[in-house]
Structures are given as structure tokens and as C-alpha cells.
């Protein structure tokens, strides 16, 4: 079975920092693109950045660019993203996907973790 | 990058069809037949269902169909269930520097 399980969330102050990590089990992770998506309480999905299956190229969304950084550890089946200078509007269950078909090229978002929660306030 | 416009809500009767919009620009849903739904319970991760505008992945149920016409991508809930009800966003992918670009999302409501 394919899973998705995120961790690392949490309370964290403006300006802080925190590293979000997303293990991957029942599929062949170096094969595949991944991403982030953010959905703030009660709002709509964003979706934040993407990685290419072998990591050499990287995508985010303007809310974010130089502040996150997405990675991934093939040998670890993991997908990282490294937030700094977090701000409160950045709170928000973070969710990892997959990216089967075309990957970074239009590939569907499937499957989704369950998600991890990031507060961000003082 | 703004967000594809989807209508706030939408409600059907059991057993009725209803269709959820989701309109872009050329430089998303009418550039490129990338438009993929999904499904959110309250409180639980979002579900693909529909990819590639119409194709349906394995298990999702045929009462599910995508379309898209210029820069209007559409998704039908034919025989509308009770299970049906829950969050529902379009998304699609963009040429602008944000890769994907998702819908403001709709809420689906059985009476």
C-alpha cells in the first residue's frame, strides 16, 4: 500500500524556523516527483513546492520562494521541506503527494499524506 | 498567481446530477488538458478523482466526470449520494512560475 506520513509540525514563533519530513513506504520513491501543498485554517489548498524524482530541480510557489526549501532523500524515501522566517500566515496543515504520470510537467497530486500542522505565532 | 474561480457551494437532492465549475486562464485550464479534481472530507487529506480533465482513476466510482471546455474545466456528480458531500477543488497546471494552481473550492451539500 502506498503511504505518505508526514511529521515535524508545530508551534513556532515569527522568524523561527522548522523542517518538515514526509516518509514515503509501498512504492519506488526515486521514480517519482513530489510536492507540498498548505491549506490555512478553514481556506483553500496552496500548493507550495515541488522536487523533481532525482531532485535536480525544484519549484515553488511566490508566497515561499526563498524562504522554503524542498529536498529529498532517495536512499531514505523521505521528502523534506525546510521552512525559515516563518511568518503567521504560513500557519497551516502542510500536506505531501505524490506526483505519478508526467511528474513536475502537470503530473495529479496522489496520494496525499495525512498532513502535519504548522502554527506560527508568538 | 490568482486562484481558478469554483462557485462557493453547490447543493443537489439525492439521485440528482450536479456540475462544479472551475475557470482559469489560457495560461492554465485552456493551455493545457491538466486539470485534475479532488475530494476533501472535513478534517482529512484531499482525494484525487478525476486527472487529465476526464480520466478517473481505479476506484473512484463512473458517477464522477470531468470536462473542459476553453478555460472552464467542469466536474458532474451524477446520482448524487449522501457520501458525496464534502469539499471538492479543481487544479490545474500553470506556465506562470508557480507550477500547480488550485481551485477556491466548493462545497458540496446533499439535502
Known amino acids: 500500500e502506498v503511504q505518505l506520513l508526514e511529521s515535524g509540525g508545530g508551534l513556532v514563533q515569527p522568524g523561527g524556523s522548522l523542517r518538515l519530513s514526509c516518509a514515503a513506504s509501498?512504492?519506488?520513491?526515486?521514480?517519482?516527483?513530489m510536492t507540498w501543498v498548505r491549506q490555512a485554517p478553514g481556506k483553500g489548498l496552496e500548493w507550495v513546492s515541488a522536487?523533481?524524482?532525482?531532485?535536480?530541480?525544484?519549484y515553488y510557489a511566490d508566497s515561499v520562494k526563498g524562504r522554503f526549501t524542498i529536498s529529498r532523500d532517495n536512499p531514505k524515501n523521505t521528502l523534506y521541506v525546510q521552512m525559515n522566517s516563518l511568518r503567521a500566515e504560513d500557519t497551516a496543515v502542510y500536506y505531501c503527494?505524490?506526483?505519478?504520470?508526467?511528474?513536475?510537467?502537470?503530473?495529479?497530486?496522489?496520494?496525499w499524506g495525512q498532513g502535519t500542522l504548522v502554527t506560527v505565532s508568538s | 498567481q490568482s486562484a481558478l474561480t469554483q462557485p462557493a457551494s453547490v447543493s443537489g437532492s439525492p439521485g440528482q446530477s450536479i456540475t462544479i465549475s472551475c475557470t482559469g486562464t489560457?495560461?492554465?485550464?485552456?493551455?493545457?488538458?491538466?486539470v485534475s479534481w479532488y475530494q476533501q472530507y472535513p478534517g482529512k487529506a484531499p482525494k484525487l478523482m478525476i486527472y487529465d480533465v476526464s480520466n478517473r482513476p481505479s476506484g473512484v466510482s463512473n458517477r464522477f466526470s470531468g470536462s473542459k471546455s476553453g478555460n472552464t474545466a467542469s466536474l458532474t456528480i451524477s446520482g448524487l449520494q449522501a457520501e458525496d458531500e464534502a469539499d471538492y477543488y479543481c487544479s490545474s497546471y500553470t506556465s506562470s512560475s508557480s507550477l500547480y494552481v488550485f481551485g477556491t473550492g466548493t462545497k458540496v451539500t446533499v439535502l
Open positions: 509501498g512504492f519506488t520513491f526515486s521514480t517519482y516527483a
Open positions: 503527494a505524490r506526483v505519478p504520470g508526467r511528474g513536475t510537467k502537470g503530473g495529479w497530486l496522489d496520494p
Open positions: 489560457s495560461s492554465d485550464v485552456g493551455g493545457y488538458n491538466y
Open positions: 522536487i523533481r524524482s532525482g531532485g535536480d530541480r525544484m
